[in-house]
């Protein structure tokens, strides 16, 4: 097995952990974080001692800038260091091309990865390092918390998804302009970026208001409201999976990884909403329920 089905196993593997969590407590009790983690509930679960080893939620903070050193240095040893033979090596490794060496070329095969997967790349880094700034200076965490196993899930994501995506064999194919078939890929990379832009802008606009909705009420929490608080329950997740479909778009929708990792993003998010739209009937079941949109991700759809 290449190192491309490896990657993609990992994240088939998340994914049907994140689907898990809908019928085991116990997943539960490690994947769940902030208001929708139940500490009563889960000192009555089997295995309470390990579920209770928790961390403050604005540890999130620190996987955000771990993940924005890491990415920013593949980026720019991509974009400047391709050349470099310990860099051919790591390329060959991802590719599973075996490396051929002597003593003239220490590489015969050089890999060349193409730009618009170095557009990727300074995309995601981009959205690690505002995700860093906003867990900061903006999002208010107050004393919530989650297992420690939700903080090294963050770290396993952001530090495996570039990997990934240089592994697959399209990142390595270098499109010619003036072939006329390329048409279409031109097409998904203009709507993959546009794509980026919307989402990144509704998310940092959304995760700005729920902040400070929630100062505004000492930090209790509230049914936040605008923009697109008012169509549906959990817009940051909505916009976290827009955003991933936008990075698949970027690599011109032939980056096979890129929908493997998406489909593991769309899945915990959609766990994550489903979770925390409960824990909104819950909490607001009373005056306030007439608030709540009723849609959790999609309007008109769920």
């Not at 867990?135 to 903080?151: P, V, W």
């Not at 970026?193 to 929630?214: G, P, R």
């Not at 993003?265 to 925390?276: E, G, I, M, P, R």
């Not at 009937?281 to 008109?300: A, I, V």
């Amino acid at each position: 097995m290449d190192v491309n089905a490896l990657w993609k196993l990992l994240w088939v593997a998340l994914s049907g952990g994140a689907l898990v969590t809908l019928k085991s407590a116990f997943v539960q009790g490690l994947a769940l974080t902030g208001k929708a983690r139940a500490s009563a509930a889960i000192a009555q679960l089997p295995g309470a001692a390990l579920l209770q080893i928790e961390i403050r939620k604005s540890w999130w903070t620190w996987f955000y800038l771990l993940g924005t050193l890491h990415n920013a240095t593949i980026m720019l040893l991509v974009l400047f260091a391709q050349d470099n033979p310990l860099i051919q090596a790591l390329l060959h490794v991802l590719q599973s091309v075996p490396v051929e060496t002597d003593k003239e070329a220490p590489i015969q095969h050089v890999i060349g990865i193409n730009r618009d997967v170095i557009v990727f790349l300074s995309m995601f880094t981009f959205h690690n390092a505002r995700r860093f700034m906003e867990s900061l200076l903006i999002t208010e965490f107050g004393d919530s918390k989650m297992h420690i196993g939700g903080f090294v899930l963050g770290c396993i994501h952001y530090l495996c998804v570039a990997l990934a995506v240089l592994s697959d064999p399209d990142a390595a194919i270098n499109y010619d302009d003036s072939d006329g078939s390329l048409l279409l890929r031109r097409v998904s990379i203009s709507l993959g970026t546009i794509l980026f832009v919307v989402a990144t802008y509704h998310q940092a606009l959304c995760n700005y208001l729920i902040a400070t909705q929630k100062r505004r009420h000492h930090n209790r929490h509230v049914i936040p409201h605008g923009d697109w608080f008012d169509y549906v329950r959990c817009p940051l997740y909505s916009t976290e999976i827009l955003l991933y479909v936008a990075f698949a778009l970027v690599t011109g929708g032939h980056n096979s990884m890129q929908y493997f990792i998406c489909a593991w993003v769309a899945t915990n998010q959609c766990v994550s909403a489903k979770f925390n739209s409960d824990w909104y009937d819950t909490k607001f079941r009373n005056e306030q329920k007439g608030k709540l949109s009723k849609w959790k991700l999609c309007p008109g759809v769920w």
